[in-house]
């Protein structure tokens, strides 16, 4: 097993439905995604990039195929030893298009909200997102409100508070999508920063032709499977 794997899959399906109303997703898919990547992952609206990422982040469940997250066979034609919420906890980052923070809560609550849930120390996550506010050049903001942060800060927010639980890898679903063209960018660097630096492994969505030159792979769900350009 490779020391540089992050995420492998073997012939992978995805359909949705039975009947009249099956659809068939992603058919037979087969890549390997290295730890320090940053990949764009782009298709036309409807080609299945969401359910990639739900797969691959142990939300919605596969109907056939093997995958690895890691060292560790995580599925083999049905969801192996552990309980699917466990390998997210402990492998998985999750950052949405909109940044989805919640209002009423500040910077440090929000970041410290979901370790809590789970039990972390009090002490250990405000630490914890505490550095990482401070790596993303916004600790002065830990005590205000989402709405006095600019959608730019709160994008950064949400990618400091998907890297609360050391992921191995990161699923970035359109993450520029609700921003103009620098913000962009800015939070594409530093998406490519935290995979160089931290050794994870993204995969982002993308509509922006503007952003690939920032990463290091493009895959592209072509026929319901994936190919590399
Ligand atoms: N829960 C679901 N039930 C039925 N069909 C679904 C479900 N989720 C997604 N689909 C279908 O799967 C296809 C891919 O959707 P999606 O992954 O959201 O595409 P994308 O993210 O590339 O726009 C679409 O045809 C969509 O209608
Ligand atoms: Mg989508």
């Known amino acids: 097993m490779s020391q540089t794997q992050a995420i492998k899959v073997e012939n992978l399906n995805k359909s949705f439905g039975t009947g009249d109303a099956f659809v068939d997703v992603i058919k037979d898919a087969n890549f390997t995604i290295n730890k320090g990547e940053l990949v764009a992952l782009i298709a036309p609206s409807g080609a299945g990039k969401t359910t990639l ?36 906890r402990e492998k998985i980052g999750f950052i949405f298009q909109a940044h ?11 970041l410290t909200l979901l370790p809590q849930a789970n039990k972390v120390k009090d002490s250990d996550s405000q ?36 890297l609360m639980n050391d992921p191995q890898i990161i699923l970035a679903d359109e993450p ?38 920032y990463c290091d792979r493009i895959m592209k769900i072509e026929n319901k499977g994936i190919v590399f350009q």
């Open 53 to 88: 990422l739900m797969m691959l982040g142990c939300v919605n469940e596969p109907n056939s195929g093997t995958m690895w997250l890691g060292d560790e066979k995580v599925y083999e034609d049905k969801w192996l030893t552990k309980k699917t919420r466990e390998i997210r």
């Open 127 to 162: 630490k914890k997102a505490r550095e990482l506010l401070q790596y993303f050049d916004i600790l002065e903001k830990e005590t205000a409100m989402p709405s006095q942060l600019s959608g730019g800060q709160n994008q950064r927010v949400a990618i400091a508070r998907a």
């Open 176 to 213: 520029t999508a609700a921003l103009d063209m620098d913000r962009s960018i800015s939070v594409v660097k530093m998406l490519k920063k935290i995979a160089q630096e931290q050794n994870v492994a993204i995969i982002m969505v993308t509509h922006d032709d503007r952003m690939l030159q």
């Open 100 to 110: 989805y923070l919640i209002p009423f809560l500040n910077i440090i609550d929000n």
